[in-house]
């Protein structure tokens, strides 16, 4: 069986966005890295639903907290900062969070602020973006 790419076309409205977030409180979201990691084979993503600013020491005990939780090592290339996140549309049964890097993406897809953790790693918990190199996430609900 061969995994099919997710086709994300249409977006979530920005009313959409917030009913969607209403309860969530992060969402960790793994991808295969490029092959060149070699010694970090996965990115991670955690999504905070919150656009709040944290200081260093704040970013880096959140950082531990889900290295130590997801038994995550090797963290590198680490950023932590408030970004637009847009939510695609899938057959998935959760919108995949989508990171909004691009200038035309962050003026043409509905998004929310949220503090995004965005780092490079390696876990065998994430067999499925390590190995089988496909992405997955999950939601957090409070």
Known sequence: ???KAIVTDTYLDPIEIAKHLKNVEYILMATPAPSHFAKTPIQFTI???TDEK???????AIL???LQENSIVNPTEVMSQTM????????????MPIL????????????????VIDFLGDSDKF???KTEKLTGWSYSYN
């Open 100 to 115: 909004l890097v691009k200038p035309q993406d962050q003026r043409s897809i509905p998004s929310a602020l949220m503090h």
């Open 47 to 49: 999504f905070l639903n």
């Open 127 to 129: 067999y499925e973006a």
């Open 64 to 66: 531990d907290k889900f």
């Open 1 to 3: 069986m061969v995994a």
């Open 54 to 60: 944290f200081s260093q020491d704040i970013k880096d």
């Open 84 to 95: 637009p996140v847009g939510f695609g549309k899938s057959q998935q049964e959760t919108p």
